[in-house]
């Protein structure tokens, strides 16, 4: 995938469960486009939504899968850890889309 407006290109970084939203990732796209009504519906079946999904654990819990070592020593910062933070952001944004 490419970046509108330029040659670079987006890795499969981007994909990661990363907190706070400092920088382009799966969850700050969703938390904007679940902004928009005109989006949710297009969201529901969608490729990126079920990604989302798949992290989640047998509880519906969400893990870090990216840190940025600033911000190591709080909660949403802990990688491979369960994260109440990002659970409650990642469920908030999936209420978002589904209501």
Known sequence: MRYAGHDSQIGTDWEKLKYPFTDYKILKLLNVLSQFGFAKK???DS?????????RDNKGRFTPESIIKLWSDFDFGQKEKLSRWITMLALRILKGIYE
Do not use: A, G, P, Y
């Open 47 to 55: 490729e990126i939504v079920n990604l989302l999904l798949s992290k």
């Open 42 to 44: 297009k969201l529901r």
